[in-house]
Every structure is written in structure tokens, then in C-alpha cells.
């Protein structure tokens, strides 16, 4: 069941498996929406499953350039080019809405989720060290006193598509009654609810 992470070895095989375990926990929220149930804002927020998954797969590839070449410095100029890249135009905080279908949003996502696996093996090739520090991003809410490294943009990766995926477990259950143990079940093709269910 993808709800659970799978066993790990290392830190840095921890860190990659649970990042990649939220994004698929994200993704399981726009399983079997319509266009219009993925668009909708069915809470007090503005945010929504679509909006979510696109602000999701920008913050990934994002952050993922840096774990790929932590010697790169990413000003803020250069992220319209690199969500060009990655087939969203704008940006995306969860309540601006791209104007792509769900199928679509889920497969931009699905491209930047790929990408984990490449930046696990440049990490593993390239003998990147966790503690190695990367370049401050070029934005204005990053602390100027801030040191940041490679195992901090992972565990930061993680919390950021966790928090979201718990927003998109609140919206999916206002659009529908859909739960993440249901719609994990589902994927597995496992029956819903299981049998001895309370």
C-alpha cells in the first residue's frame, strides 16, 4: 500500500523514499475527480486538488535542480524557464489555478515526482555529501543568515508536499467523502472498506 513508505537503508535513501511517499499521497487525492471537482474550493481556503498538484510539482522540480547541483546558484528570474520546462506557465501557490486539465496537472506533476529518482542517483554518482552547502536562492523569504544544505532541501521537500497533501485530504473529503486510506486502497485495487472494517 503506498500509504506506508517503503523499508529503508541509509539517511539518504530515507530521504528520497519519504519525500517520494507524500508526493504519491498528493497525487492520490485527484484520483477519479472530474475537471471541475479538481478546480473547485470546497473549504474556507481558496485552494484546490489542481492548484495544489501544480504548486506541488514547481516547488519539486524547483528544489530538486539544487539537490542535482548543489554547487548551482537558482536566482529567482530563472524560474519562469524552468516551469516552462516542466509544461506550467506561472506560478502556482496552491489557489491559482492552471489552465490544464486535471489528467494534465497530474502528468506535469508526475514528470517533476520523476525526477526524485534522478536526483537520488546524481547524489549516489556524485558522492554528493547531505551536508553539503548549496547556494541561498535568489528570493526575498529566505532568512540572509540562513545556511542551507542538500539534507535540509529534502526534509524541507517533504514537509512542504506533506503539509499539502494534508490539505488535499481535507478538500478531496469535502468534494466527495473520499479518505487517503480509501483512495490508497483503491490504487492497490484492494477492496474499500476492507473486510473487518469499523
Wanted: glycine share 6%.
Amino acid at each position: 500500500m503506498p500509504f506506508f513508505a517503503p523499508s529503508v537503508t541509509t539517511e539518504a535513501d530515507a530521504l528520497f523514499a519519504f519525500l517520494e511517499q507524500q508526493c504519491t499521497q498528493l497525487k492520490l487525492t485527484a484520483r477519479d475527480l472530474t475537471d471541475e471537482q479538481a478546480r473547485t474550493a470546497p473549504t474556507a481556503s481558496a485552494l484546490s486538488i489542481s492548484g495544489l498538484i501544480a504548486h506541488a510539482a514547481q516547488v519539486l522540480n524547483g528544489w530538486l535542480l539544487q539537490v542535482k547541483a548543489p554547487d548551482r546558484y537558482i536566482d529567482e528570474e530563472e524560474y519562469p524557464t524552468i516551469n516552462d520546462g516542466l509544461g506550467l506557465e506561472g506560478m502556482f501557490d496552491g489557489s491559482a489555478l492552471p489552465d490544464l486539465d486535471i489528467v494534465d496537472v497530474v502528468a506535469i506533476f508526475e514528470k517533476a515526482v520523476a525526477e526524485i529518482d534522478v536526483a537520488r542517483r546524481a547524489v549516489d554518482e556524485n558522492g554528493t555529501d547531505l551536508g553539503t552547502v548549496v547556494p541561498m536562492p535568489g528570493n526575498p523569504w529566505m532568512p540572509k543568515d540562513f545556511v542551507m544544505n542538500v539534507r535540509w532541501i529534502l526534509c524541507h521537500l517533504t514537509t512542504e508536499i506533506a503539509r499539502h497533501a494534508g490539505h488535499a485530504d481535507i478538500i478531496r473529503e469535502s468534494i466527495d467523502g473520499a479518505i487517503a486510506y480509501q483512495l490508497n486502497a483503491q490504487a492497490d485495487g484492494q477492496p474499500w472498506p476492507p473486510e473487518g472494517w469499523s
